[in-house]
Nanobody
Framework: QVQLVESGGGLVQAGGSLRLSCIAS????????MGWFRQVPGKERDFVAA????????YYADSVKGRFTISRDSAKNTVYLQMNSLKPEDTAVYYC?????????????????WGQGTQVTVSS
């Protein structure tokens, strides 16, 4: 069993930056593919970014390429999402997710564990 706890959300002006963190419990964290998704009320949960267990492979949604960076520190059981040049349309609840198997994927159903989410609000 893995528990995920996100932090780092908040209110920021357009053009600003935030860094989200996700701390995972469990000794096998270093073997999991990790991902970030986001969701706004009334809409489906959308893929944002994913990173392989080794950190060598990353995958981004087109909407965030060049602005967001996913990384991980296995010694700290933590995955990060650095978000730069934020836009109002980035406003959402951001969720961290862990996938026990496979390469980084943008499909939510592939992920086995989810955090509770952290709110990110970007004002115009």
């Amino acid at each position: 069993q893995v528990q995920l706890v996100e932090s780092g959300g908040g209110l920021v002006q357009a053009g600003g930056s935030l860094r989200l963190s996700c701390i995972a419990s469990g000794r096998t964290f270093s073997r999991y593919t990790m991902g970030w998704f986001r969701q706004v009320p009334g809409k489906e949960r959308d893929f944002v970014a994913a990173i392989s267990w080794s950190g060598d492979s990353t995958y981004y949604a087109d909407s965030v390429k060049g602005r967001f960076t996913i990384s991980r520190d296995s010694a700290k059981n933590t995955v990060y999402l650095q978000m730069n040049s934020l836009k109002p349309e980035d406003t959402a609840v951001y969720y961290c997710a862990a996938d026990r198997w496979g390469a980084p994927t943008g499909t939510a159903i592939d992920y086995d564990y989810w955090g509770q989410g952290t709110q990110v609000t970007v004002s115009s």
